[in-house]
């Protein structure tokens, strides 16, 4: 019998969007360019579920103010805290943090009603940034995404077209995008795609 695992490619290290080559499309008005993109390569995502008792722990390892009021993320530094629900949460950190993280979190959290879950591979976060970029996204996403609306510091679960996806504003030009990992090609299409008329430049 073959020796299956053998042959089983290797993907570790391997990007969502691994294989798309860099690309740009100019502004056809000739002015700047509206949208600049790329993905957050091997970004550390941690799905917490729970609230009671974790926010000493989260706050002692991340800095970050737990829980965040509902539809909104807190920074500091490299990590985020998004809230994705009444007790569940999306913490990115740094590239190669997650397991230091998650193991300090089991091990300084005291209540027993917590889940902790690496879902690294799982999920892809784009950066995005430019004068169009709410312009961009309006064209396939049912959010009001006017500055006053949503601003710097909100976040929302949505969909962009037929992916599902969560938005967090950074700043008026500046955006995070979180979506599966499946849906990664298709969301870097659309968004070139939809970019067309302002100008994109899509960073590998």
């Not at 740009?24 to 917490?48: Q, R, V, W, Y």
């Not at 879902?119 to 996403?141: F, M, N, Q, T």
Request: charged share 15%; glycine share 8%.
């Amino acid at each position: 019998m073959a020796n299956l695992s053998s042959s089983r490619p290797d993907f570790s290290g391997q990007t969502a969007l691994a294989g798309i080559a860099s690309s740009t499309s100019a502004n056809p008005d000739g002015g700047a360019i509206g949208l600049f993109f790329g993905e957050m390569a091997h970004l550390g995502k941690l799905n917490l579920r729970g609230q009671n008792g974790l926010a000493k722990a989260v706050k002692a390892v991340t800095g970050c103010i737990f829980p965040p009021k509902a539809n909104r993320f807190q920074s500091a530094g490299d990590r985020h805290v998004v809230w994705l629900g009444p007790d569940e949460y999306l913490l990115l950190c740094e590239a190669g943090k997650e397991q230091e993280l998650q193991d300090s979190l089991n091990s300084m959290t005291t209540s027993s009603h917590f889940a902790i879950t690496d879902v690294s591979d799982s999920l892809c976060a784009l950066s995005l940034r430019g004068p169009a970029i709410r312009s961009v996204l309006a064209k396939g996403c049912g959010l009001d995404l006017h500055p006053k609306q949503f601003a710097a510091g909100q976040s929302a679960q949505s969909l962009l077209a037929l992916s599902a996806v969560t938005l967090m504003a950074v700043a008026d030009d500046a955006f995070i995008l979180i979506c599966r990992t499946s849906f990664a090609p298709y969301v870097q299409r659309w968004l070139a795609d939809a970019a067309l008329e302002y100008g994109y430049q899509y960073i590998a």
